[in-house]
């Protein structure tokens, strides 16, 4: 069973920048898509970010665009650098692994049920 433990959120003035990290519990982790998505309260968990399984492609969400990066190290710690942070920015991130799939890795994964493996959460409040 994969885990995941995200971390690197906090309280942030708008304009602020902030960097979550996943860590992965298994070596093999390098073969698997990442994905970031966040949950505002009362809103449904929503699409941020996507990398594919061996790092070539990267997807955003239109609402981020420009100002989020998505990244992996050798290490298998997968990165969402997020920078110009906004109030509506706010919610709890959650990354999200994806194991291989000829379905799946021909496109991104925007949606959440196209992900195996789920962390628990590192909250991200964006202050006017």
């Known amino acids: 069973q994969v885990q995941l433990v995200e971390s690197g959120g906090g309280l942030v003035q708008a304009g602020g920048s902030l960097r979550l990290s996943c860590a992965p519990s298994?070596?093999?982790?390098?073969?698997?898509?990442m994905g970031w998505f966040r949950q505002a309260p009362g809103k449904e968990r929503e699409f941020v970010a996507a990398l594919n399984w061996n790092g070539a492609a990267t997807h955003y969400a239109d609402s981020v665009k420009g100002r989020f990066t998505i990244s992996r190290d050798n290490n298998k710690n997968t990165y969402l650098q997020m920078i110009a942070l906004k109030p509506e920015d706010t919610g709890v991130y959650y990354c999200a692994a994806g194991r291989r799939s000829a379905a799946l890795d021909i496109r991104p994964r925007r949606e959440p049920n196209e992900y195996d493996y789920w962390g628990q959460g590192t909250q991200v409040t964006v202050s006017s």
């Open positions: 298994t070596r093999t982790f390098t073969t698997y898509a």
